[in-house]
């Protein structure tokens, strides 16, 4: 899974080391002496990348860049290198989404496979994001009758209660049924459920998708 990788650490002879040893795994690479650098030039996250961030670097901290970049709403996957490894850092940094971290000096077969499975669960996020985008353009082609129909639909109710809570016939109710199935391209009652799940639509704080 060839991808970038943004190695942040103030040693020079680390960062060169680290490039050589990605670069013949066929990495791309772009280096950071500081946590600034690197939110100054603030990396797209919408292709594989990864991030090797040291723990003890000099100005920002690599926990501190962690949050900063969780404040700007980035999905970039991080994984932490460290010569200092404590627990308390470690439990810290893996509660706010590091997706490992590794003591130096760190093996090429260890540091290949965590910047692979940062990678894999990254485009897994992508994957359901891009699946949710896709079905909340679907809620929004239904009319607001359809999409009342729906949202009684998936909480269970059968067509006689649907037409007698938005006062209209059954016949009407099972012609707006179709058109929800039809529009939000399921087959099953069990499929529609799953997509208001999905929603958040079940969810009694939250009554509609975002």
């Known amino acids: 899974m060839p991808g970038l990788i943004h190695v942040v650490d103030d040693d020079a002879s680390f960062r060169t080391a680290m490039e050589r040893r990605l670069k013949l795994a066929g990495y ?20 594989p990348a990864c991030v090797l961030l040291d723990v003890r670097i000099p100005g920002l901290t690599g926990p501190q860049l962690q949050a900063r970049l ?19 850092t470690t439990v810290r940094a893996i509660k706010a989404g590091a997706e490992d971290f590794l003591t130096k000096p760190v093996s090429s077969e260890e540091l290949i496979d965590a910047i692979e499975r940062a990678m894999a669960r990254q485009e897994a996020v992508r994957s359901r994001h891009r699946k949710l985008d896709s079905l909340r353009t679907l809620v929004a082609s239904l009319t607001p009758r ?45 499929e529609l459920v799953s997509v208001a799940e999905r929603l958040g639509m079940l969810d009694p704080n939250n009554n509609s998708p975002n």
């Open 146 to 190: 359809e999409r009342q129909v729906f949202e009684l639909i998936v909480r269970g109710k059968i067509n006689k209660q649907i037409a007698y809570e938005l006062g209209t016939t059954e016949r009407t109710v099972k012609a707006h049924r179709h058109q929800v199935m039809e529009k939000m391209e399921v087959r099953s009652f069990a």
């Open 28 to 47: 791309d690479v772009k280096s950071y002496a500081s946590a600034q650098d690197l939110l100054d030039l603030l990396p797209d996250d919408e292709k």
């Open 70 to 88: 969780l404040e700007l709403g980035s999905t970039l996957p991080i994984v932490f290198l460290t010569g200092h490894a404590d627990t308390p």
